[in-house]
């Protein structure tokens, strides 16, 4: 298991840098293609998949490039058998502040992503 829980780390922190970076390589290194974000927009849930969201993040200037200082955490990481885990995690594009609940597999190329659902807070 602690294999499993390096090797988890190392695709979170893969997206946390590919998030921070706006890299879009690193981030489908981390999110399988079938992957999907979830979250509350007007009251109900906003379903965007993994290529949706790439359009956003190659749209943007990305933290790293606006010099925006990194606030990432893993705060747990719950490895529920041999091909399950799911991970909480805090991060920023300030003045956004996020909460990430990932759900992960283990694929046989290894543990991808396969579903993303945040919270956002505005901080000033």
Known sequence: MAGDIDAIEKVVWTYLDGL???????????????????????????????EKWFEFVKGRPSAKAKGLKRTDRIVSIDLSGPETAFVKLECSIHPRYFTDYLTLLKLKDGWKVVSKTFRTDIRE
Not at 30 to 50: I, K, N, Q, T, W
């Open 20 to 50: 921070h970076e706006g890299d879009t390589g690193k981030l489908a290194s981390a999110f399988h293609e079938v992957s999907h974000l979830y979250s509350m927009h007007e009251g109900g849930v906003s379903d965007l998949p993994r």
